[in-house]
């Protein structure tokens, strides 16, 4: 059974830092890229982040240039989005997914999701 299981997420002020976990399991997550994407209420679910398999390559949006990091350890079948600079617009659930062996920028590249970790920044 495939599972996305991300954690990390909490109430923090603005400036302050966080990291997400994406902890998976059913598949050979070494072989597949791993991306991080976001959803606000009202909004569609936008990409963040993403690294391929083997770590070589990543890639960001522009808001998640700068701030965030996203890395993995495939011992321990787990990938992570190191965010630092928070401010209210990044208040969302972010959620991790994962599946093919190809870096996607888009919801569509992605086969297995996790149910989401609520971030909220605010004062």
């Known amino acids: 059974q495939v599972q996305l299981v991300e954690s990390g997420g909490g109430l923090l002020q603005p400036g302050g830092s966080l990291r997400l976990s994406c902890a998976a399991s059913g598949f050979t997550f070494s072989n597949s890229a791993v991306g991080w994407f976001r959803q606000a209420p009202g909004k569609e679910r936008e990409f963040v982040a993403a690294i391929k398999w083997g770590g070589s390559s990543t890639h960001y949006s522009e808001f998640a240039h700068d701030r965030f990091l996203i890395s993995r350890d495939d011992a321990k079948s787990t990938a992570y989005l190191q965010m630092s600079g928070l401010e209210s617009e990044d208040t969302a659930v972010y959620y991790c997914?994962?599946?093919?062996?190809?870096?996607?920028?888009?919801?569509?590249?992605?086969?297995?999701w996790g149910r989401g970790t609520q971030v909220t920044v605010s004062s």
């Open positions: 997914a994962a599946g093919r062996n190809f870096v996607s920028v888009t919801v569509g590249g992605y086969d297995f």
